[in-house]
């Protein structure tokens, strides 16, 4: 079986389209979230890619780190499109 491995960019970019799904167009994935996720501790680097700086992350770890802050993060989507949605007084 052929493991795939991301940069943070990469990472990035293939959940950011889940993220559109689930949360209507209102959140983005961006490399600085994949950073996070790394520092909260969601999300570990496996290797160094071939310029001896990029981190590289396996795709079902990207995915797990996606789930474990999904719901959070449609929380914020909801309170972002109640906010918008509200009629002046």
Do not use: K, N
Not at 50 to 60: I, Q, V
Not at 64 to 78: F, Q
């Amino acid at each position: 079986m052929d493991t795939e491995y991301f940069t943070g960019a990469q990472a990035a970019a293939h959940v950011d389209g889940a993220r559109q799904f689930f949360s209507a167009g209102t959140l983005h994935v961006r490399p600085a979230t994949i950073h996070q996720w790394v520092r909260r501790g969601h999300l570990r680097p496996v290797g160094i890619a071939e310029d001896g700086r990029t981190r590289l992350y396996r795709l079902a770890d990207v995915a797990r780190a996606e789930r474990a802050t999904r719901d959070r993060a449609l929380r914020h989507a909801a309170a972002l499109l109640t906010d918008t949605r509200q009629e002046p007084s």
